[in-house]
């Protein structure tokens, strides 16, 4: 499992990249950026692509700008601005000092608009939005023309700078290019250039009541920024003639967009509006709820950075849509932890069990290894006394004979310490287990001569009395379908939500090493998975996050504690 990957072959960007170099098409520059809008938190879709535009700059020693395409004030937000850098330094990346915003280039963008405009190529249109949207035919029928698409240049130019001032209520014109309503690519039908929208901007504040859309904006953008390869999704493969339009009918630097599949991933959706809609409807508890795809869930999850990149460079780039399954991030995540978490014991729901032959008040401190992977983080002490906790699901009354965990007068190891047996089952009045009574072996200990007596079963444990309580999270998938968009006419993605995708375990005994832990640290609850000390734990009220089961997958952790 933790073999590293083999080499791979050059992905097509990399290839394009690289015939470009070779011809001195961009001088042998790299310059890359990475585009969010302002108005959502940054999702595992986002990470691929940031993992791609900052690897590739890194890679060919070339630059990878920051830009915020904040063009749609309605919905953005300096919360998500912050919010992203965070997420983008969490990830390893950086931007130097080019954090850069669409919005710096209003006035520049203004001034391309009456270029166009005088140029006979824009033009002020008075159609309405569901009118414009009639005359701009469909996949199958062309477009007509704007009545008002043959004004007189200086008509648009007074109208335009009009609009600007103010002096038109929102919606009640647009900017227009002047393509062909007749195009095959509905997107140069006259595409929208300008709006009217009275909205503050969360960085020009009242300044604009106009805002130029996303097509007119992006890759001029780029061409400021002297972008050489502007990477963005295969949505974006029809916009490239409108962006390849703006560039040539304004005569400026020309950027090369080149697009590739977004990612999916199964059980949970990338989509920042529908992620928006969990988090206000409370469907999750923010936007870094640790079952949210998001970078900030992720990372409250404890997912690392490292294992983030270490997946999107698994996944690779390509032109074609797929579905990547939710396992390759969870083993990514696993292989990781695997290498640095240091190891403990917690028992997640317990059983008491007494041993009864073993002395009243006696402590030993057994000695266990903090990570077996890693020889140079040593060992520690755990203390066993007379009376521990063991997990529910290591104990069964009735077993087959394959059960190797602890059944009624079957043996079982405890980790680093004794091989016990158990003697007798004590009910409370319901039937259910009050207590274990157990006898120990004193030869069985590491040490002395019986340690060598093998038994079929390791369990874990914790001492009751040195025990630390702390609440456990448990986390399932966000959705129960694979492909939480699956749903019958009429219902919409939120009734594939898992409604017992959190599980709060509120009564753990966890190893005394544990108190007081500071919250960010993740460790492996030997046999049982990964955890991570949530943001919120606090010394007197600790609380972990599940990041992943073992080895197991979800379902069949299920079946085990459903037992
Ligand atoms: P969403 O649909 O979630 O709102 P978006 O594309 O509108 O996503 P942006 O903020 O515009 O969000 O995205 C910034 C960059 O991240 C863009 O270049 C976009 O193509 C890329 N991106 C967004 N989602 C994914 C994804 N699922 N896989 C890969 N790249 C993505
Ligand atoms: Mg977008």
Not at 88 to 114: K, N, P
Not at 190 to 211: A, K, N, S
Request: charged letters at 30%.
């Amino acid at each position: 499992m933790t073999e590293p990957d083999a080499p791979r072959k050059l992905n097509f960007i990399e290839q394009i990249i690289e015939q470009d170099n070779e011809a001195g098409k961009w001088d042998g520059r790299v310059q890359t950026r990475f585009p969010p809008e302002p108005n959502g938190y940054l999702h595992i879709g986002h990470a691929k692509s940031i993992c791609l535009n900052f690897g590739l700059a890194e890679k060919y020693n070339g630059r990878c700008n920051l830009r915020f395409d904040d063009t749609n004030p309605a919905k953005e937000d300096q919360e998500y601005v912050d919010s992203i850098k965070a997420d983008i330094r969490w990830l390893g990346f950086d931007w130097g000092d080019r954090e850069l915003f669409a919005s710096d280039y209003f006035d520049q963008l203004y001034a391309w608009a009456v270029q166009l405009i005088q140029a006979g190529q824009a033009y002020v249109c008075e159609l309405t939005a569901e009118q414009t949207r009639e005359y701009r035919g469909t996949l199958t029928e062309p477009g007509k023309n704007s009545p008002f698409r043959d004004r007189p240049v200086e008509e648009n130019l007074d109208l335009f700078q009009r609009m600007k001032a103010g002096e038109f209520a929102d919606g009640s014109r647009t900017l227009r290019a002047k393509i062909e309503m007749t195009h095959p690519n509905l997107n140069l039908r006259d595409p929208v250039m300008y709006r009217i929208l009275r909205v503050v901007h969360h960085r020009t504040g009242e300044q604009w009541c106009i805002y130029p859309m996303y097509d007119f904006t992006h890759g001029q953008s780029d061409s400021l920024e002297r972008v050489t390869h502007s990477i963005c999704t295969l949505e974006f493969e029809n916009h490239r003639p409108l962006y390849d339009w703006y560039c040539d009918s304004l005569d400026i630097y020309h950027p090369q967009q080149i697009e590739f599949a977004r990612l999916n991933l199964s059980f949970t959706i990338t989509s920042k509006r529908k992620l928006l809609e969990l988090v206000t409807s409370g469907h999750v508890r923010g936007w870094d709820d640790p079952r949210m795809p998001t970078i900030s869930g992720m990372r409250r999850r404890g997912y690392t950075p490292e294992s983030i990149r270490q997946f999107c460079e698994r996944i690779g780039v390509a032109k074609f849509h797929s579905v990547i399954d939710m396992t390759v991030l969870e083993n990514s995540v696993r292989e990781h932890l695997n290498q640095v978490a240091p190891r403990v014991m917690g028992v997640l729901r317990p059983i008491k069990l007494v041993i009864d032959n073993y002395p009243e008040g006696q402590v030993e401190e057994m000695v266990a290894v903090n990570n077996p992977e890693d020889e140079s983080a040593g060992t520690r002490q755990v203390p066993f006394s007379r009376v521990l906790y063991i997990d529910q699901e290591d104990f069964r009354e009735e077993a087959p004979r394959k059960y190797f965990r602890l059944k009624r007068g079957g043996e079982v190891r405890l980790r680093y310490a004794y091989i016990i047996k158990c003697e007798d089952v004590i009910k409370n009045e319901d039937g259910s287990i009050r207590e274990l009574r157990c006898s120990y072996d004193p030869d069985s200990k590491s040490g002395m001569p019986g340690a060598g007596r093998k038994v079929k079963g390791t369990i874990h444990w914790v001492s009751a009395e040195h025990a630390v309580d702390a609440e456990v999270r448990l986390y399932d998938r966000l959705f129960v379908k694979e492909n939480p968009y699956d749903v019958a006419e009429g219902e919409d993605y939120k009734v594939n939500l898992n409604p017992a995708s959190l599980e709060t375990l509120s009564a753990c005994k966890l190893e005394p090493a544990l108190a007081g832990v500071g919250s960010g640290r993740t460790f492996q609850f030997e046999r049982v998975g990964y955890f991570h000390v949530d943001a919120d734990s606090r010394a007197e009220h600790l609380i972990f996050n599940r990041t992943v089961s073992l080895r197991d997958s979800w379902a069949k952790f299920e079946t085990r504690s459903k037992k």
